[in-house]
């Protein structure tokens, strides 16, 4: 392979990187500034936070979260085939898709705060957080298409600075916002004799910071639209596609690319909003109060949720990298090339999520207490976290092959699979409730199974219809082996440092640095990784310059 095929071939590594990397600061960012407001808001207001939130992506998900594939996946499709106007109309007519869709969602969502409050996830108490939550419905919308875009086009930068851009400014007024309220609902508990007015305007004040964190991302967007006018001028004077869709073309490829990842999508992620109906309903119906119920929903949702979201972040923005580069060499009918692309894209998911697995696990009470401090109910949040890490691998690798099979074209599969995986899920939590005392852990167990299924699933379609077959050793055994040393080196430092300085902070961060270490270590020892896939990552020539230093590689 030449030079500059090489070049092309690990770019969307290198795109899909770049939205990686900016995909895990802003989950740290998420997870930095989820640290103070979960202190603010304690378990009982997480879980009025996590109820107003599980609808409000519910309803982002149907009328506008799947804008981004969709945009990227048509523009991508276009511009292959050097359809340049073709490209630029359809992110037009998107545009106003966009506006029609989340206009109705933020209507849907401020009129009807009290029925999804009250019925669907039994917690009166989110009212006023869903409702605040409403115009950003609209707002992430338009946003979305913007992203889809710059990703069709095959930049994911766009995308990764304003990720980060909403991110601090999300962190910022959360943080701000969940205190000054929460001591507003403070006195109103005071003064009418309440006890939840507080946790509702706390979680009311966090989810004010998602709204604004959207409307900067957005303007930042706007902004660099307009600086790129000059680009698309020039590529337009180069378009060799001839004439362009009709409108009504447009809107109809739009709705038979959206439809399929509109519903695969939310039967993917509806898994959350009955999670939480179910439990609610059935904990109260087995005699617990409602306050201890919320407790341990808030620390299932703001603790265990929080962090084990970090790592997935990076299949999900590989999907999104994926999805483009498979729809592209799928119309020029390069089955080869789409089939070394999956099992990069694979790799690359799996280097990172299984060492974060094992590290939460290890590590899960010395981390839980460095961010969230030490708290009653830390041995039950550090249980979950180590009975649920297995999810971080499940869920990233379901994750990506979701993504892949949309970028074969294959939109049904994934409906049909996560509708079938929900079924046996929803199944197996109300078995679970119903007859045994686990609880909490019952959800965690059950998003397990949901997660492995859609892997089953996805896989058995993926090797079917592309005919490929995933390498096994430097996919998963030697990240494997490797995360299996590096927890060991990890939890042995961590003991020492304890037993010499008794510090927490000392002895975690010293673990995680060393953890981090003896990973890439023991990958390059194992021959885990290759220099160019190394160089892929990125600032992948420092990386390679390191290791060869060290003689490593």
Known sequence: MSTKNRKKGSDYIVQGGILAAASILVRIIGLAYRIPVTRILGPVGNSYYSAAFEVYSMVLLISSFSLPLAVSKLVSARMAKGKVNSAGRIFRCTLLFALVSGGIGSLLIYFGAGFFSDVLVSTPQSRLALQVLAPTILVVALMGCMRGYFQGLGSMVPTAVSQIVEQIVNAAVSIGAAWALFRYGAKLDALFSTETAAYAWGAAGSTLGTGAGALVGFLFLVFIMFGYRKVMRRRRRMDRGGETESAREIYYLLFLTILPVILSTAVYNLSGIIDQGIFKHLMAYGKYNSMKIDELWGIFSGEYKVLTNVPIAVASAMASSTIPVLTRA????????????????????????????????????????????????????????????????????????????????????????????????????????????????????????????????????????????????????????????MGGAAYGVHRGLMAAVKNNTVATLSACACAVLVYAAAMMLLRGLKEEELLAFPKGYILVKIAKKLRLM
């Open 330 to 485: 799928r119309v020029n009918k390069d089955r080869r090339e789409m089939r070394r692309k999956t099992e990069n894209a694979l790799r690359f998911v799996m280097v990172i999520s299984i060492p974060c697995a094992v590290g939460l696990s290890v590590l899960a009470e010395p981390i839980l207490t460095l961010l969230f401090g030490a708290r009653d109910h830390i041995q039950m949040s550090a249980s979950l976290l180590q009975v649920g890490t297995l999810s971080v691998v499940l869920y990233g690798m379901s994750t990506l092959t979701n993504g892949i099979l949309q970028g074969m074209d294959r939109m049904r599969l994934p409906v049909i699979h996560a509708a079938v995986s929900l079924v046996l899920h929803v199944g197996l939590l109300v078995l679970l409730l119903m007859t045994t005392d686990l609880n909490i852990y019952a959800v965690v167990w059950a998003n397990i199974f949901f997660a492995f299924l859609m892997c089953v699933l996805n896989s058995r379609s993926i090797a079917k219809y592309m005919r490929y077959r995933q390498e096994v050793i430097r996919t998963f055994l030697i990240p494997l082996a490797s995360s299996a040393v």
